[in-house]
């Protein structure tokens, strides 16, 4: 069933069903970009997001222009990307995680902010752009050495200028080739933010930790997601399979809306919050 959440406090008949399905239950807790919106990050899918075209893994690998393109880009909105702060959507799954409500969080957000929150079981399903790795020997990098290398390399990224946030830290730049990008400092590879890109599988053993959220659950609550990515319709699925209740909250369509037992068409942030205050009693 489709719902929305009623105003001035005022609960509606879906709300109120998703709250009995979760009262006394175990609820794996799926969220997307639009969890994060209320940090000030964008999400891809929201109405009014910008058409735009993100990095392939293919043409990372194979073009050095495509890598100076992302690495810039990438880099300048990482310094506006890399201080957001968690919201209160985040702060009541951390809340809800330690009452011992929530099983876990599984993020297809690469932003952090459940970590920075405090939430302690979770899975990046699409990695964190907190850190770099080198595709040739699989040494890691914090993103904040990496970052300052680039600042090093490339001074005119201390030219003050507006940047335009997108979901991964990408923004728009000019005069790409002019960009020097950081090798690995060990054998001399190519680096990447160990963020699963486009045309990218997830890691089998990161997918299998979300699965097993998943199954040590009785609710399925996705938040802030338009299930667009294969990955999290892959764990819906597996809710589905095992007769399990799916609740999603999002604004606008999402690919699992048909296989929802209640559907929220409402912001994250103060329907999380809402979920929280009623399950702790405050």
Request: overall charge negative; hydrophobic content about 40%.
């Amino acid at each position: 069933m489709s719902a929305a959440v009623g105003t001035h406090g005022v609960r509606d008949a879906g709300l109120d069903e998703a709250l009995a399905l979760m009262s006394g239950a175990r609820i794996g807790v799926l969220t997307g970009a639009g969890v994060s919106t209320d940090s000030g990050i964008p999400d891809y899918r929201g109405e009014g997001a910008p058409v735009r075209n993100p990095m392939t893994f293919s043409a990372f690998q194979s073009s050095e222009l495509a890598r100076k393109r992302y690495w810039a880009g990438s880099h300048l909105g990482w310094r506006s990307f890399g201080t957001a702060s968690p919201n209160a959507g985040h702060g009541a799954l951390v809340d809800l995680e330690l009452a011992g409500h929530v099983t876990g969080v599984i993020t297809q957000n690469v932003d952090g902010l459940h970590h920075r929150a405090g939430s302690r079981h979770v899975v990046d399903l699409h990695g964190s752009m907190d850190r770099v790795v080198c595709l040739d020997c699989g040494q890691q990098y914090s993103r904040f050495a990496i970052a300052d290398r680039l600042d090093e390399l490339n001074p005119a990224f201390a030219r003050p200028g507006a940047v335009r946030l997108a979901p991964d830290g990408d923004v728009e730049v000019e005069d790409v080739e002019a960009i020097v990008i950081p090798e690995c400092e060990v054998c001399g590879g190519t680096l990447k933010p160990d963020v699963v890109f486009f045309g990218e599988f997830v890691p089998t053993d990161v997918f299998q930790a979300a699965a097993s959220i998943v199954r040590s659950s009785d609710v399925l609550l996705v938040a802030g997601s338009s299930l667009v990515v294969n990955s999290g319709m892959r764990l819906l699925e597996q809710a589905r399979r095992a007769r399990m209740p799916i609740i999603v909250i999002n604004r606008g369509i999402t690919k699992g809306d048909s296989r929802a037992t209640v559907k929220l068409d409402a912001g994250t942030t103060e329907t999380l919050t809402g979920i929280a205050r009623h399950l702790l009693g405050d």
